[in-house]
């Protein structure tokens, strides 16, 4: 186990339609973390859960982004009728409790 | 490679020379905070944090400095090399016990050879 693996690492889709995006976190990690970046900024906090407990949502996650990591191991995020404002890059981090973060290399999600 | 940080506050140093990337963080309750180096095409790579009861951390060519009255951050690259040519992020924890960071807008560090 190396690292935090994302798949993707790109998707192209149209508007409208729905993606799903994979985060498998460092196996001994019981914290695992979304967040989105768009050009030219910093990442920005979506979601985060400890083990299979979804503890906090941003207000930048609608209702049309859901997250969910079943068995406390892999989580997915998913965004339906996506929009052109969706297009970013989609990162996940994973952490054992009072760590610093180790990033996936991301998802980059382009909406046509 | 995609681009990271298009129009980001750059900083040209020349290779050899020693670098100093600041930041100033938003809340004075953050009690965590941590510097990550994002190379394009790439997620984020931790480099140092600090915890807020320190002012100074060092680690290998890399020094933090955090000064809570101005709430300014700073990393300090020394011999900086071409290799340390990325976007820096500095991350505040404003909620102890969360981990959940905000993240500051970047700078790009260009190592002039």
């Known amino acids: 186990d190396t690292g935090v693996s994302q798949d993707p690492r790109h998707k192209i889709t149209k508007r409208g339609q729905n993606v799903t995006f994979r985060c498998d976190p460092i196996?001994?990690?019981?914290?695992l973390y979304w967040y989105r970046q768009t050009l030219g900024q910093g990442p920005e906090f979506l979601t985060y859960?400890?083990?299979?407990?979804?503890?906090?949502k941003s207000r930048l996650l609608s209702d049309r982004f859901s997250a969910e990591r079943p068995k406390g191991s892999f989580s997915t995020l998913e965004i339906q009728r996506t929009e052109q404002g969706d297009s970013a890059m989609y990162l996940c981090?994973?952490?054992?409790?009072?760590?610093?973060?180790?990033f996936g290399s991301g998802t980059r999600l382009t909406v046509v | 490679g995609e681009s990271v940080g298009l129009h980001l506050p750059t900083l040209s140093v020349q290779e050899g020379d020693n670098s100093i990337i600041n930041c100033a963080y938003s809340?004075?309750?953050?009690?965590?905070f941590i510097w990550y180096k994002q190379e394009s095409g790439k997620g984020p790579q931790f480099i140092i944090d600090?915890?807020?009861?320190?002012d100074k951390r060092q680690g290998q060519r890399v020094t933090v400095l955090l000064n809570k009255t101005v709430k300014h951050l700073s990393l300090q690259i020394a011999a900086t090399q071409p290799g340390d040519s990325a976007v820096y992020f500095c991350?505040?924890?404003?909620?102890?016990?969360?981990?959940?960071?905000?993240f500051g807008t970047g700078t790009r560090l260009k190592v002039l050879a």
């Open positions: 859960f400890q083990n299979e407990a979804q503890l906090e």
């Open positions: 981090a994973s952490s054992r409790q009072g760590n610093g973060y180790t």
């Open positions: 991350a505040e924890n404003p909620t102890s016990g969360t981990y959940k960071y905000i």
């Open positions: 809340n004075s309750a953050s009690d965590y």
């Open positions: 196996s001994e990690h019981n914290r």
């Open positions: 600090i915890r807020s009861n320190m």
